[in-house]
């Protein structure tokens, strides 16, 4: 998780903590001012460009939502309230960047928010399990 | 994340004081002979340090001044060059702060003492800077006397029938021709006239202006920026477009322009793949709405180098005139093509595919194809960034070897990293927005 300084938002991922293999994957990205005076944000592309990286434990990478992926370079400029949040959402269906399936096991999912700054605000890892697929 | 922009830097004065350095030795040099110096008028040496060498040399007598020469050699005026050795046992604490030997002093014979030129100089600047055309004032440390930078030589006459008045000696004063200094300005600041390059912001985000241009259908003076910065990717809304900011504090009257072309995506199967709509710009038109005095036609700013990602303005790139458009929508891959956009200034990158259709996610969410673009930078860890959010519109060109540009196209988009950038081809540009004509008359 991004620490929350004077002016930065306190940006998190969501996942389920395990899912069956093949199973859709729900990815949510939050944005939040912790702060109690408004907060302005600089953030990259309209849509709002944000990466998802899911790892095995060893570190190797096995998905990037925005591998190869081209963004809009629009500056946003967003203010959140005290205490508010924005949602980004997307799903993962699983398969690695080369077109295979990630297959049962321990993952590790990193949220990415690209702002006006070349390095992107990061969230902490959270764990995925991916349970093998239930036999009839 | 950056902070909105402050305004633009000033150069400093004491920047000039470094630079200056050229003197003559001892023996060449001759001048007039100048009565002692009141000792009221020197200052109180108790106060000294290590690091204020000419703080160190106020009680030597005839001290004129003190500088490194350009091999670094700590250099001191003395109207009496038989004060040498007070000289060296003055500085004895900045030889030793800073691991020099006294014997490597030079000596120079001075013509006025310091605290003569530091009474003149409280007289001398007040004057001088008030006269128009006065660039700056200073005690030159190097040359043994005042230094007054003008502007041009009636400026010159005019300072020097004012310290003549304030009777101060013409030899003790150095009146030079300079050029104005000028603050810096950055591609994020209201810059007027208007080149391509620069900040536009059309409230819902900031992009960068692409290029000036006229429309020949319309002959409407017109801008261009990425399709993507208008309220809605696709038709026509009325954007409304400041530069550089609708938040303008400053009282000033930003709005430049407004959104007048933007063809709305298309869907024809066998172009366009299912589900998607297809485009071959990212671009769209806005009329401008000042005067075409405040329009830089022809020009991009540039800024202080290339792939720095600097934005400070230093100038402008001239749109040739004999061929002021890249006439294809293919780029030879390899070859070089610029950028200057608002976050990450001047850049360039070879050309790495060419005629690509690219799939991206629209503004509303929409699934657009981009057809027949040019990719350009590489996405290998580690490459130089070249893009940064801000600087979709910016205007893409290829750089003649006279330093002019020929116009390439507008650039929307680039990968994660900001080492890659997508652009439309301004020959795709001009099919979807009409024949522009992006030079002067």
Same mark, same amino acid.
């Given at each position: 998780?991004?620490?929350?300084? $004077?002016?930065?938002?306190?940006?998190?991922?969501? @996942?389920?903590?395990?899912?069956? /293999? !093949? &199973?859709? +994957?729900?990815?949510? *990205?939050?944005?939040?001012?912790?702060?109690?005076?408004?907060?302005?944000?600089?953030?990259?592309?309209?849509?709002?460009?944000?990466? $998802?990286?899911?790892?095995?434990?060893?570190?190797? @990478?096995?998905?990037?939502?925005? /591998? !190869? &992926?081209? +963004?809009?370079?629009? *500056?946003?400029?967003?203010?959140?309230?005290?205490?508010?949040?924005?949602?980004?959402?997307?799903?993962?269906?699983?398969?690695?960047?080369?077109?295979?399936?990630?297959?049962?096991?321990?993952?590790?999912?990193?949220?990415?928010?690209?702002?006006?700054?070349?390095?992107? *605000?990061?969230?902490?890892?959270?764990?995925?399990?991916?349970?093998?697929?239930?036999?009839? | 994340?950056?902070?909105?922009?402050?305004?633009?830097?000033?150069?400093?004065?004491?920047?000039?004081?470094?630079?200056?350095?050229?003197?003559?030795?001892?023996?060449?040099?001759?001048?007039?002979?100048?009565?002692?110096?009141?000792?009221?008028?020197?200052?109180?040496?108790?106060?000294?340090?290590?690091?204020?060498?000419?703080?160190?040399?106020?009680?030597?007598?005839?001290?004129?001044?003190?500088?490194?020469?350009?091999?670094?050699?700590?250099?001191?005026?003395?109207?009496?060059?038989?004060?040498?050795?007070?000289?060296?046992?003055?500085?004895?604490?900045?030889?030793?702060?800073?691991?020099?030997?006294?014997?490597?002093?030079?000596?120079?014979?001075?013509?006025?003492?310091?605290?003569?030129?530091?009474?003149?100089?409280?007289?001398?600047?007040?004057?001088?800077?008030?006269?128009?055309?006065?660039?700056?004032?200073?005690?030159?440390?190097?040359?043994?006397?005042?230094?007054?930078?003008?502007?041009?030589?009636?400026?010159?006459?005019?300072?020097?029938?004012?310290?003549?008045?304030?009777?101060?000696?013409?030899?003790?004063?150095?009146?030079?021709?300079?050029?104005?200094?000028?603050?810096?300005?950055?591609?994020?600041?209201?810059?007027?006239?208007?080149?391509?390059?620069?900040?536009?912001?059309?409230?819902?985000?900031?992009?960068?202006?692409?290029?000036?241009?006229?429309?020949?259908?319309?002959?409407?003076?017109?801008?261009?920026?990425?399709?993507?910065?208008?309220?809605?990717?696709?038709?026509?809304?009325?954007?409304?477009?400041?530069?550089?900011?609708?938040?303008?504090?400053?009282?000033?009257?930003?709005?430049?322009?407004?959104?007048?072309?933007?063809?709305?995506?298309?869907?024809?199967?066998?172009?366009?793949?299912?589900?998607?709509?297809?485009?071959?710009?990212?671009?769209?038109?806005?009329?401008?709405?000042?005067?075409?005095?405040?329009?830089?036609?022809?020009?991009?700013?540039?800024?202080?180098?290339?792939?720095?990602?600097?934005?400070?303005?230093?100038?402008?790139?001239?749109?040739?005139?004999?061929?002021?458009?890249?006439?294809?929508?293919?780029?030879?891959?390899?070859?070089?093509?610029?950028?200057?956009?608002?976050?990450?200034?001047?850049?360039?990158?070879?050309?790495?595919?060419?005629?690509?259709?690219?799939?991206?996610?629209?503004?509303?969410?929409?699934?657009?194809?981009?057809?027949?673009?040019?990719?350009?930078?590489?996405?290998?860890?580690?490459?130089?960034?070249?893009?940064?959010?801000?600087?979709?519109?910016?205007?893409?060109?290829?750089?003649?070897?006279?330093?002019?540009?020929?116009?390439?196209?507008?650039?929307?988009?680039?990968?994660?990293?900001?080492?890659?950038?997508?652009?439309?081809?301004?020959?795709?540009?001009?099919?979807?927005?009409?024949?522009?004509?992006?030079?002067?008359?």
């Amino acid at each position: 998780m991004t620490p929350a300084s $004077v002016d930065s938002p306190t940006v998190t991922i969501e @996942v389920p903590s395990e899912v069956s /293999a !093949g &199973a859709s +994957v729900p990815l949510t *990205l939050r944005v939040t001012n912790p702060t109690e005076r408004p907060l302005t944000l600089y953030l990259r592309g309209r849509p709002v460009a944000f990466d $998802v990286v899911v790892a095995r434990g060893d570190g190797t @990478v096995v998905w990037r939502r925005l /591998a !190869g &992926a081209v +963004v809009t370079m629009v *500056l946003q400029v967003r203010t959140l309230a005290p205490g508010e949040t924005i949602e980004l959402k997307d799903t993962w269906n699983q398969t690695t960047r080369t077109g295979a399936r990630a297959g049962p096991g321990e993952y590790l999912v990193t949220g990415e928010l690209l702002t006006d700054s070349p390095r992107p *605000l990061v969230t902490a890892s959270v764990p995925l399990r991916i349970l093998p697929a239930a036999r009839r | 994340m950056t902070r909105p922009r402050a305004a633009a830097r000033a150069l400093v004065a004491g920047g000039i004081l470094v630079v200056v350095g050229a003197c003559s030795d001892v023996s060449n040099r001759t001048g007039p002979s100048q009565p002692s110096v009141d000792a009221s008028l020197r200052p109180n040496v108790q106060q000294a340090t290590a690091d204020d060498p000419v703080a160190l040399l106020h009680g030597v007598r005839g001290f004129g001044g003190f500088f490194l020469d350009r091999a670094g050699a700590p250099t001191v005026y003395l109207t009496d060059t038989s004060e040498r050795g007070a000289a060296e046992r003055a500085l004895a604490p900045f030889f030793a702060a800073h691991g020099m030997d006294a014997s490597g002093l030079r000596v120079l014979r001075g013509d006025f003492e310091h605290a003569r030129l530091e009474s003149w100089f409280e007289q001398a600047s007040p004057e001088a800077l008030a006269v128009p055309g006065a660039v700056f004032a200073y005690l030159d440390e190097a040359s043994n006397r005042l230094r007054i930078g003008v502007a041009h030589g009636a400026a010159g006459t005019e300072v020097g029938r004012a310290l003549a008045a304030l009777g101060i000696p013409t030899a003790a004063v150095i009146v030079e021709q300079t050029a104005p200094i000028r603050q810096l300005a950055t591609l994020q600041d209201r810059i007027r006239p208007v080149p391509a390059g620069v900040q536009i912001d059309f409230i819902l985000g900031i992009c960068s202006l692409g290029f000036n241009a006229v429309h020949v259908a319309t002959s409407q003076l017109s801008f261009i920026t990425a399709s993507h910065c208008t309220w809605v990717q696709g038709g026509v809304e009325g954007t409304i477009y400041y530069q550089n900011t609708w938040l303008d504090l400053s009282g000033n009257n930003d709005v430049i322009g407004t959104e007048v072309a933007d063809p709305v995506y298309f869907s024809r199967h066998g172009v366009c793949p299912r589900r998607r709509v297809c485009r071959y710009s990212d671009a769209a038109r806005a009329a401008y709405s000042i005067a075409g005095s405040d329009v830089a036609l022809g020009t991009i700013a540039t800024t202080t180098g290339v792939n720095t990602l600097a934005t400070d303005i230093t100038g402008g790139f001239a749109i040739n005139t004999t061929a002021p458009e890249y006439g294809s929508d293919h780029f030879t891959v390899g070859s070089t093509v610029n950028k200057v956009g608002r976050t990450t200034g001047w850049t360039s990158a070879p050309v790495t595919a060419t005629c690509v259709n690219v799939n991206v996610v629209g503004v509303d969410g929409t699934l657009i194809t981009q057809l027949c673009q040019t990719l350009a930078g590489s996405e290998a860890p580690g490459s130089q960034v070249i893009v940064g959010a801000g600087d979709s519109g910016s205007p893409v060109f290829l750089l003649n070897a006279d330093q002019t540009a020929q116009l390439g196209g507008v650039l929307w988009g680039g990968n994660a990293a900001g080492t890659l950038i997508a652009f439309s081809p301004l020959k795709n540009v001009q099919s979807e927005l009409g024949d522009l004509r992006v030079i002067g008359p």
